[in-house]
């Protein structure tokens, strides 16, 4: 597995995790994916994302392919963060993870899916007040400090 730092020339392929991943972990009949996350994580949307000094985005491969991307925003905000269904518990997402963790600021959030509640509390994260359902989407917001 190689860990790099997405670039602009990533964006479809970052989209199609996104969305991919999105559409078999997040959401469902009962709660479809909204048409604004769909349109925000298109790769015209997220490559000035890609290029700002805002964000650090890293992305794993494994032999060409794919299998996770993460987000960091200003470095305490984690903003996207995908492994491929197909990859989890195959160590992407902790490898991806350790990239990041020396750049961290002291204290770091997240709205995380409900599905991911449960991997970033092995990340030390705790939960921040209740579930939250904003525009279609559920949401845990958690926080930890480094």
């Known amino acids: ?3 790099r730092d997405a670039t602009a ?9 996104i969305h991919e991943v999105s559409l ?8 479809p994916c909204p048409q604004w996350f769909a ?15 805002d ?3 890293l992305i794993a491969e494994e032999r060409g392919e794919v299998t996770g991307v993460l987000t960091l925003f200003e470095g ?6 995908f492994v491929h269904p197909k990859f989890h518990r195959k160590g992407v997402a902790r490898a991806l993870w350790q990239q ?3 750049v961290l600021h002291s204290e770091i959030s997240v709205r995380s899916s409900l599905f991911a509640v449960s991997f970033y509390e092995k ?16 949401f845990q917001t958690m926080m930890a400090t480094f």
């Open 24 to 31: 078999q972990c997040n959401f469902s009949e009962m709660e």
């Open 123 to 138: 990340l030390g994260f705790k939960k921040v007040g209740e579930v939250k359902f904003f525009n279609g989407v559920s």
């Open 100 to 102: 990041v963790v020396p």
């Open 55 to 57: 964000y650090l985005w």
């Open 76 to 81: 305490n905000l984690v903003k996207y963060f």
């Open 9 to 17: 020339s990533d964006a479809v392929t970052i989209s199609k995790l």
């Open 39 to 53: 349109d925000s994580i298109k790769p015209d949307v997220l490559k000035p994302f890609i290029a700002s000094d």
């Open 1 to 3: 597995m190689e860990i």
